[in-house]
């Protein structure tokens, strides 16, 4: 565990992530208010490059004539929503795999591992390119992609808890007691994992949203005109000298949204593990 | 709200913090003085030239450097017009049908062997081979015997004879107008038969031997391509240049810093920095810029519905707004209003489509498509097109159309657009190959090129009558005319939304004098000079 000092320390780590995530979450849900313009629609009425930022313009305009504070605002919505979904995806796969693994051990376990190991070894920015460019555009592609091949550390991570835990006492006199595979899994392994599995979720989502902002900016993320953070960067990049609030926005919206993630993740290391120790 | 507050200010923060532009090169004053002998043209580009080998060479680039090391028996100026190069005078028969040129005899390859007719058959011949696998070879299969000689029927084509070293006479199977143009193409230059011979059809683009101003030096793949002057070169005092260096693996932004620190002679003006360059002062005088002829389009695949529908496709025309697109690329071109470019000889105004898209509702109701549809559009994924396809995207939102984009790479587009029924829409552009209507509307719109470059499938027998009637026209005025009533017949069609006819644009360094561009070919560089 990574040592951070004080116990109220890491609460105030904690309370920082959930603070910005809050944030974050307020701007995706609240955009249609707080915006003034519709994200996709081009509201100069002649385009002579991109607008500084001013009182109807706070973020100013893109390289398109549109509102870069709407778009970033619902630009939160693609984060989150990638994010997201991606981590759902993860944990679904790579929970039960893990669960499964851990629980049954032996052959089951060794062939599950070595389908993990094998997953684990394919170059993972490789494979989302071609995959991204296979599969037909779609916002659901990509966080599906971003799932389907970042459930390992899940699997692992689960089954290494579960190794432990099926050999404490109390899920000894489960099974003793006549309990079913299904139930000792889901009512006395899974609570025992929960810990753990909410730790890699937190920063599950903040590597999801860094890995749709990279997709993105290579042009391969959600199909346009959606707003996404990584294309915003990927687009205003050649303009940086002239317009560098183009960049700067979507950058440090990316950045306050990984952290307050992580922030949230290594709280909770910090908290749960002294709880549990 | 804390988060929000924070970018506000990060971003207000930056907004501050953008760089001045910085000026551009200093170079000698405009003092109109003679052209000063000496200077390396110094040049960048991001890949190397696909090939130096005229008989391959089709694209913008390869042409740029092999028309700095062959010449073709005509070329054309600076206003279009074809002019004598290689040739000195040529005569035409009066049944069209046979051509006559006369040689320069003071003309010698780079390496010192003197050139004659013989060279210009030869050249032509190696072109149409089967084996050279030449896109140019299509331009000469009118010249009589062309055919049997490509299947191997016979040792030469008969069609082209040299009765004496300083002669070349063509004999055609029909009636060409644009035979003339076909020979100003770089497919036709003549290269030396001595080398090709030594060193191979395939070495012959690392070793390319003409008759132009410059001749190789050297070619290191991926970094640097370098012409020398060549001191056999025909034209007295010419090139004024003692070379030119191309550096490789410079990306256009790094060719730009490059150019402002004055380390290149020749640059393109990145689309960022494209309206602070205009309204300043000093960098105006260096900008050069002309149009070309060129159509930038959306094609409406006719095969695939809705756009089987002549009252759709007039809606897609009235939906866009093509005067956003023309400020999208900050200006550099004008809105497009027919099929054919204004520069283009025989180019009228025809009846076109404003931004109406009240009446491209209408045009979607009258076909039973009132509530809208959805389609895919195909385009290159580079970023200045992406901004147009997401302008049109807005267009189209606006009628009820759904317009998903499909971006792909550039080769993998030119190949889709080919397979019927894939396509429904996409964008793309014609650059003319020579200055005639047929280049745009026989090429892109009969229905005998539908499996080449026909790619929106449009058919229509009429303007096919009309095309095939104008085709061995040669008096110019009732060809055009003839042209002109079938652009007018597509355009009330409607299988292309004509976007913006886009021009030429670089900057040069001060020290650069006597760059022109021209509106059909790359600029040729054999009056360039640089001051001291």
Same mark, same amino acid.
């Given at each position: 565990? #990574?040592?951070?000092?004080?116990?109220?320390?890491? =609460?105030?780590?904690? $309370?920082?992530?959930?603070?910005?995530?809050?944030?974050?979450?307020?701007l995706a849900i609240a955009a249609p208010w707080l915006t003034g313009y519709d994200p996709d629609t081009i509201v100069v009425t002649t385009y002579r490059g991109p607008l500084r930022p001013d009182a109807s313009h706070p973020l100013g305009t893109d390289t398109l004539g549109r509102d870069v504070w709407s778009r970033l605002a619902y630009g939160a919505r693609t984060s989150?929503?990638?994010?997201?979904?991606?981590?759902?995806?993860? /944990?679904?796969?790579?929970?039960?795999?893990?669960?499964?693994?851990?629980?049954?051990?032996?052959?089951?376990?060794?062939?599950?591992?070595?389908?993990?190991?094998?997953?684990?070894?394919?170059?993972?920015?490789?494979?989302?390119?071609?995959?991204?460019?296979?599969?037909?555009p779609?916002i659901?592609?990509?966080? /599906? @992609?971003?799932?389907?091949?970042?459930?390992?550390? +899940?699997?692992?991570?689960?089954?290494?808890?579960?190794? $432990?835990?099926?050999?404490?006492?109390?899920?000894?006199?489960?099974?003793?007691?006549?309990?079913?595979?299904?139930?000792?899994?889901?009512?006395?392994?899974?609570?025992?994992?929960?810990?753990?599995?909410?730790?890699?979720?937190? /920063?599950?989502?903040?590597?999801?949203?860094?890995?749709?902002a990279?997709?993105s900016y290579l042009g391969?993320g959600v199909p346009l005109p959606t707003p996404s953070w990584g294309r915003m960067v990927s687009d205003a990049q050649t303009y940086i000298a002239v317009a560098p609030w183009l960049v700067v926005a979507p950058g440090a919206a990316i950045?306050l949204?990984?952290?307050?993630?992580?922030?949230?993740?290594?709280?909770? !290391?910090?908290?749960?593990?002294?709880?549990?120790? | 709200m =804390?988060v929000a507050s924070l970018l506000v200010a990060a971003s207000i923060l930056a907004a501050g913090c953008a760089v001045p532009l910085d000026?551009?090169?200093?170079?000698?004053?405009?003092?109109?003085?003679?052209?000063?002998?000496?200077? !390396?043209? =110094?040049?960048?580009?991001?890949?190397?030239?696909?090939?130096?080998?005229?008989?391959?060479?089709?694209?913008?680039?390869?042409?740029?450097?092999?028309?700095?090391?062959?010449?073709?028996?005509?070329?054309?100026?600076?206003?279009?017009? @074809?002019?004598?190069?290689?040739?000195?005078?040529?005569?035409?028969?009066?049944?069209?049908?046979?051509?006559?040129?006369?040689?320069?005899?003071?003309?010698?390859?780079?390496?010192?062997?003197? +050139?004659?007719?013989?060279?210009?058959?030869?050249?032509?011949?190696?072109?149409?081979?089967?084996?050279?696998?030449?896109?140019?070879?299509?331009?000469?299969?009118?010249?009589?015997?062309?055919?049997?000689?490509?299947?191997?029927?016979?040792?030469?084509?008969?069609? !082209?004879?040299?009765?004496?070293?300083?002669?070349?006479?063509?004999?055609?199977?029909?009636?060409?107008?644009?035979?003339?143009?076909?020979?100003?193409?770089?497919?036709?230059?003549?290269?030396?038969?001595?080398? @090709?011979?030594?060193?191979?059809?395939?070495?012959?683009?690392?070793?390319?031997?003409?008759?132009?101003?410059?001749?190789?030096?050297?070619?290191?793949?991926?970094?640097?391509?370098?012409?020398?002057?060549?001191?056999?070169?025909?034209?007295?005092?010419?090139?004024?240049?003692?070379?030119?260096?191309?550096?490789?693996?410079?990306?256009p932004q790094?060719?730009w810093?490059?150019?402002? =620190?004055?380390?290149?002679?020749?640059?393109g003006i990145p689309s960022a920095e494209f309206q602070r360059v205009r309204t300043d002062a000093r960098y105006r005088?260096?900008i050069?810029s002309?149009t070309r002829?060129d159509t930038q389009y959306l094609?409406?695949?006719?095969?695939?519905?809705?756009?089987?529908?002549?009252?759709?496709?007039q809606a897609m025309n009235l939906a866009i707004d093509k005067q956003r697109l023309v400020e999208l690329i900050d200006g550099q071109g004008v809105v497009a209003t027919?099929?054919?470019p204004p520069?283009?000889?025989?180019?009228?105004?025809?009846?076109g489509y404003p931004h109406d898209s009240a009446a491209a509702r209408r045009h979607l109701?009258?076909?039973?498509?009132?509530?809208g +549809?959805e389609t895919t559009m195909w385009a290159a994924r580079e970023e200045t097109t992406m901004r147009l396809a997401q302008s049109m995207q807005q267009d189209l939102r606006a009628i009820g159309v759904t317009l998903r984009l499909k971006p792909?790479?550039?080769?993998?587009? #030119?190949?889709?657009?080919?397979?019927?029924?894939?396509?429904?829409i996409f964008l793309l552009g014609?650059?003319?190959?020579?200055?005639?209507?047929?280049?745009?509307?026989?090429?892109?719109?009969?229905?005998?090129?539908?499996?080449?470059?026909?790619? $929106? +499938?449009?058919?229509?027998?009429?303007?096919?009558?009309?095309?095939?009637?104008?085709?061995?026209?040669?008096?110019?005025?009732?060809?055009?005319?003839?042209?002109?009533?079938?652009?007018?017949?597509?355009?009330?069609?409607?299988?292309w939304v004509p976007l913006f006819y886009p021009s030429g644009t670089a900057m040069?360094?001060?020290?650069?004098?006597?760059?022109?561009?021209?509106?059909?070919?790359?600029?040729? !560089?054999?009056?360039?000079?640089?001051?001291?």
């Amino acid at each position: 565990m #990574i040592g951070l000092g004080s116990m109220r320390r890491s =609460r105030r780590l904690l $309370t920082a992530g959930l603070v910005l995530v809050a944030g974050l979450a307020v701007l995706a849900i609240a955009a249609p208010w707080l915006t003034g313009y519709d994200p996709d629609t081009i509201v100069v009425t002649t385009y002579r490059g991109p607008l500084r930022p001013d009182a109807s313009h706070p973020l100013g305009t893109d390289t398109l004539g549109r509102d870069v504070w709407s778009r970033l605002a619902y630009g939160a919505r693609t984060s989150l929503f990638v994010g997201g979904v991606a981590m759902a995806v993860s /944990l679904a796969i790579g929970m039960t795999t893990g669960l499964v693994a851990g629980y049954f051990g032996g052959a089951v376990d060794g062939s599950l591992m070595w389908i993990v190991d094998l997953v684990l070894t394919m170059p993972s920015l490789l494979l989302l390119i071609v995959l991204a460019t296979v599969l037909p555009p779609s916002i659901l592609t990509i966080p /599906l @992609v971003i799932g389907a091949i970042g459930w390992t550390t +899940f699997a692992r991570t689960v089954r290494g808890e579960v190794l $432990t835990l099926r050999e404490r006492d109390y899920v000894l006199a489960a099974r003793a007691l006549g309990a079913t595979h299904g139930r000792l899994m889901l009512r006395h392994l899974l609570p025992g994992v929960l810990p753990g599995v909410l730790v890699l979720s937190a /920063l599950g989502m903040s590597g999801a949203i860094v890995v749709d902002a990279g997709l993105s900016y290579l042009g391969l993320g959600v199909p346009l005109p959606t707003p996404s953070w990584g294309r915003m960067v990927s687009d205003a990049q050649t303009y940086i000298a002239v317009a560098p609030w183009l960049v700067v926005a979507p950058g440090a919206a990316i950045a306050l949204a990984v952290i307050g993630f992580n922030l949230i993740g290594y709280g909770l !290391i910090d908290v749960l593990g002294r709880r549990q120790g | 709200m =804390r988060v929000a507050s924070l970018l506000v200010a990060a971003s207000i923060l930056a907004a501050g913090c953008a760089v001045p532009l910085d000026p551009p090169p200093a170079g000698p004053a405009e003092d109109g003085g003679p052209p000063r002998q000496g200077g !390396i043209f =110094r040049l960048a580009a991001a890949e190397d030239p696909r090939t130096l080998d005229p008989a391959r060479g089709y694209d913008t680039v390869s042409w740029s450097f092999e028309q700095m090391l062959f010449d073709t028996l005509v070329r054309y100026d600076d206003a279009m017009h @074809v002019v004598p190069d290689l040739a000195v005078s040529w005569t035409t028969s009066p049944d069209g049908r046979h051509v006559s040129f006369a040689l320069r005899q003071d003309v010698r390859f780079s390496t010192g062997r003197p +050139f004659g007719g013989a060279d210009v058959k030869y050249s032509i011949e190696r072109l149409l081979r089967p084996a050279i696998h030449s896109q140019g070879a299509e331009f000469f299969h009118g010249i009589e015997g062309a055919m049997d000689y490509i299947a191997g029927r016979a040792p030469e084509v008969r069609g !082209i004879t040299v009765p004496a070293p300083d002669r070349i006479e063509f004999a055609l199977a029909d009636v060409d107008p644009l035979f003339l143009h076909k020979l100003t193409m770089l497919f036709a230059a003549a290269v030396d038969r001595e080398t @090709v011979e030594r060193v191979g059809d395939e070495g012959f683009t690392q070793h390319p031997v003409g008759t132009g101003a410059f001749a190789l030096a050297e070619w290191t793949y991926g970094q640097r391509l370098r012409l020398v002057r060549n001191p056999n070169y025909f034209r007295p005092g010419l090139p004024h240049l003692d070379g030119v260096e191309l550096t490789i693996g410079v990306s256009p932004q790094l060719a730009w810093l490059k150019y402002q =620190r004055g380390e290149l002679d020749l640059a393109g003006i990145p689309s960022a920095e494209f309206q602070r360059v205009r309204t300043d002062a000093r960098y105006r005088p260096l900008i050069l810029s002309r149009t070309r002829l060129d159509t930038q389009y959306l094609g409406l695949n006719c095969d695939v519905p809705p756009f089987d529908r002549v009252g759709v496709r007039q809606a897609m025309n009235l939906a866009i707004d093509k005067q956003r697109l023309v400020e999208l690329i900050d200006g550099q071109g004008v809105v497009a209003t027919g099929i054919l470019p204004p520069d283009m000889p025989g180019a009228a105004p025809v009846p076109g489509y404003p931004h109406d898209s009240a009446a491209a509702r209408r045009h979607l109701e009258e076909a039973g498509l009132g509530a809208g +549809f959805e389609t895919t559009m195909w385009a290159a994924r580079e970023e200045t097109t992406m901004r147009l396809a997401q302008s049109m995207q807005q267009d189209l939102r606006a009628i009820g159309v759904t317009l998903r984009l499909k971006p792909v790479d550039f080769p993998a587009l #030119i190949e889709a657009v080919r397979h019927p029924g894939m396509v429904p829409i996409f964008l793309l552009g014609w650059e003319a190959d020579f200055p005639d209507p047929s280049n745009f509307l026989t090429v892109l719109l009969s229905s005998r090129t539908r499996d080449t470059n026909n790619n $929106t +499938f449009y058919t229509n027998p009429a303007v096919d009558r009309l095309l095939d009637e104008a085709a061995p026209v040669l008096e110019p005025a009732r060809r055009f005319a003839l042209f002109h009533e079938a652009e007018v017949l597509v355009m009330h069609d409607a299988p292309w939304v004509p976007l913006f006819y886009p021009s030429g644009t670089a900057m040069r360094h001060p020290r650069v004098r006597d760059y022109r561009l021209n509106p059909l070919r790359p600029a040729r !560089i054999d009056e360039t000079w640089v001051a001291g």
